[in-house]
């Protein structure tokens, strides 16, 4: 190993062992952010010019659904599908707080109906259906919305012979809704069955973190799985393992790098080169 | 082992059963008495179980005594077969399957399986299974496939096992991969949840034309603990997220999420496995001769839009 490989490795180590659950939003509205790794603080406009990248440390920010949109696909490009579908509260859910009094909140913070985004756009020219989640909407947990808006882009693709993208970001199925998101994730699979048959390419992109009822159905059944720099992605989550089999992890546990390691991905991408590299596949599953 | 809320039974029970000593020495004709007795005793115990509350049900679907899938294996098959190993180093004794007649018609059947005691969960991992679990489940399925067999699966686990080789290994994925192809089968499937349904590592074995819970069996996207501690951020409201999951039978049935419910022996499938594997065999049966006349597309349609309509959202 040379000096500088040794410098990589130990910088790679540093930002998978950082803590989970540092939020984008809490640097919402500042001039300055500060890094949740190094610690730097930087200019919010450099930051966005650097895709929300740390310049110093390569430290991956969590970006937002609309921010993920702007960054892949050519401008102008994206069309919304099913913008419309919003969340019901079936089951009356009430926990300290109502079911629809979260949707309210989740719906103010984002500007979202629920946690995906779905629709049709073009990646250096590639045109794809794409569904792209947004962990800032309650966790980014998927329940009937979220299912029903995958489904149907899964669907649309289906009829215009169009290969899908997924990008996630999600604690796992909504609770709130009960078996009714556990059903989310066979709605979502059967109709990922139903484009192998039809032999268009599934790709899914994981980023930071993708979880529970996600990696358990259409989040990791893609043709070919990427991650992005530093995600987390897992199916039980860290503190639930720790009580089952009472030890310490592993600081690097569930790490993209991790995962890639132990045979569950493709690769590993920087978002930097999100977008060539995902163009670069597409181009060469047509022919 | 009688549950808390069974302790009036108990009590008269024990009543009856002094009053019949009581006649037998001293010869006294008490049938009468003990008659009404019995006579209440069953009113009381019918009120009761049928008007059981989710967190008691919960009990009643994880009672110790409860059959588990080996025992159904024996109530409800002949000629069973077992067939070992996902043939990629791992055998895991969580989930259980092979071929064997239900009644006059060979079947696929895999379940999970429960340990009794303390020993018997060491093997099977109180029913947790490992991918290495789902991949042998998939590999049984798709030979089932290849030989039109049709499938049935049993399902009791609380839940993919959460553990560091788990996850090395996929447990996601594995889940995921198995609903993906599970839509795919050309045969018919019909699932059973006979205990616990929790989760995903409950649905990974449930992607089937139809899919029945027993009377005080339950399904959750996740446990009421599991529940509890994370919106409560306290584990002992189970019970309040028991009943605001909606796990039960009745609640499944008007979501759309199940097709029917099996009935159970009074009190619960413990207090009478003949009559559980009966009452299982037969509704096994029924389900099984419903698609025997559908074609293989016919089946997939028929599991996709199922599964199609499930939710509910405003647009």
Known sequence: MTLKDWFETRKEEQIAARPI????????????????????????????????????????FRINARTRIAQLFDEGTF????SNISPADPLEFFDTESYTERQQKA???????????????KVEGEEIACAIMDFEYMGGSMGSVVGEKVTRIIEEALAKKLPVVTITASGGARMQESALSLMQMAKTSCAVAKLNEAKLLYI???????????????GTIGDIIIAEQGARIGFAGRR???????????????????????????????????????????????? | MKLDFEKPITKIEEKIEELRKMSEESGMDLSKEIEIFEHQSHEYKKELYENLKPSQKLQIARHPNRPNFLDYINLI??????????????????????????????????????????KENLVYNFGMPQPEGYRKALRLFEHANR?????????????????????EHGQG?????????????????????????????????????????????????????????????DAAKASEAAEALKITGPDLLKYNIIDGIVKEPLGGAHYDYEAMGEELKKEILNALDEYKDMSAQQLKDDRYSKFRRMGVFNS
């Open chain 2, 77 to 118: 098959t002949t000629d069973f077969v077992e067939m070992h190993g996902d043939r990629e180093g791992t055998d895991d004794r969580a989930i259980i399957g092979g071929v064997a007649k239900i009644g006059d018609k060979p079947v696929m059947i895999v379940g999970t399986v429960k340990g009794k005691s303390t």
């Open chain 2, 173 to 233: 994925i594995a889940i995921a991969v198995n609903l993906k192809e599970m839509a795919k089968l050309d045969v018919p499937i019909v699932a059973i949840i006979t205990g616990e349904g929790c989760s995903g590592g409950a649905l990974g074995l449930a992607v089937a034309n139809k899919v029945l819970v027993l009377e005080h069996a339950y399904y959750t996207v996740i446990s009421p603990e599991g529940c509890a501690s994370i919106l409560w951020r």
């Open chain 2, 147 to 167: 030989f039109g067999l049709p499938i049935v699966t049993l399902i009791d686990t609380p839940g993919a096992y959460p553990g560091i080789k788990a996850e």
């Open chain 1, 204 to 218: 899914n992109i994981l980023t930071d973190p993708t979880y529970g009822g996600v990696t358990a159905s259409f």
């Open chain 1, 21 to 60: 659950d540092p939020k984008i939003d809490d640097n919402i509205g500042k001039l300055w952010v500060k890094c949740f790794n190094c610690n730097a603080q930087l200019p919010r406009k450099e930051l966005e010019h650097h895709m929300m990248v740390c310049p110093q440390c390569g430290y991956h």
């Open chain 1, 240 to 287: 639930v393992i720790e009580q089952t089999i009472r030890q310490k992890l592993p600081a690097d546990f569930q790490t993209a790098e991790y995962l890639m390691k132990h045979g569950q991905l493709d690769m590993i991408t920087k978002r930097s080169e999100l977008k060539s590299t995902l163009a670069k596949i597409l181009r060469l599953h047509k022919h």
């Open chain 1, 79 to 82: 069309e919304e599908y099913f």
């Open chain 1, 107 to 121: 719906k103010e913070k984002t500007n979202l109906n629920d946690a995906v985004i779905t629709g049709i756009g």
